[in-house]
């Protein structure tokens, strides 16, 4: 058997884990909730991706989170203690910077980078083999015109959040950049009024969502 870890909180008994199949295993003044696997190896399907996205979700609602990507997997209750008391510190500090605040996302779709189409001149295979070589051609980071696409992004929503994080993955000839959003959460209402009077050029889709555990801000926790 093994354990299946979804965030890391405050140590604090006189809070009840919000289901039954899950339990905290606590050290240092920390807390790993945590539920049991009995096949480690077995993909999860979507239901289980959501029942464990619930209960992170569940618990950000109440308190401070560090909330942990889905996989993150020890073999034992002493392996969660080591855990928590080798990276006390760094929890501790998570927690306090999480403390009162959520996380927005808004996400938009751009047109490809420059270059990224390939010439209509060339025969189809070589096209094609272009079309894949330039479809990465910016790679994770923001070309120049979706860094000043964010840049506008981030000055219509000032104000209303902490800290900002940004990246870019390839979509069907376009790119998607997301933005993430340290956000207070009493900010969070005013976070969609201004982000619905922001107008981006013609063509681009956005989506806005939130508030979520700060997964975004805690990329490197688990």
Not at 31 to 52: I, N, Q, T
Not at 119 to 125: A, F, K, T, V
Not at 187 to 213: N, T, Y
């Amino acid at each position: 058997m093994s354990y299946l870890l979804h965030c890391i909180v405050e140590q604090n008994a006189d809070e009840p884990p919000p289901e039954r199949r899950v339990r905290m295993v606590a050290a240092d003044g920390l807390a790993a909730v945590v539920s049991c696997v009995e096949d480690a190896g077995a993909a999860p399907g979507v239901a289980s991706l959501l029942a464990y996205e619930k209960v992170v979700e569940a618990i950000h609602a109440r308190m401070p989170v560090v909330p942990l990507r889905y996989g993150c997997l020890m073999e034992s209750e002493s392996g969660i203690v080591r855990l928590l008391e080798d990276r006390c510190q760094e929890y501790k500090a998570l927690l306090s910077r999480f403390r009162g605040m959520t996380e927005m996302a808004i996400r938009v779709l751009c047109p490809a980078c420059e270059g990224s189409l390939p010439s209509s001149s060339l025969p189809p295979g070589a096209a094609y083999l272009a079309a894949l070589r330039n479809r990465y051609s910016c790679g994770d980071s923001l070309a120049p015109e979706e860094t000043r696409l964010a840049d506008r992004i981030a000055g219509a929503l000032s104000g209303c959040y902490a800290e900002q994080r940004r990246e870019a993955s390839p979509a069907e000839r376009k790119r998607l950049v997301s933005l993430y959003f340290l956000t207070p959460r009493n900010c969070v209402e005013r976070f969609r009024d201004q982000s619905r009077r922001i107008r981006l050029p013609g063509g681009v889709k956005w989506l806005l969502s939130g508030p979520w555990p700060p997964y975004n801000f805690a990329a490197f926790a688990g």
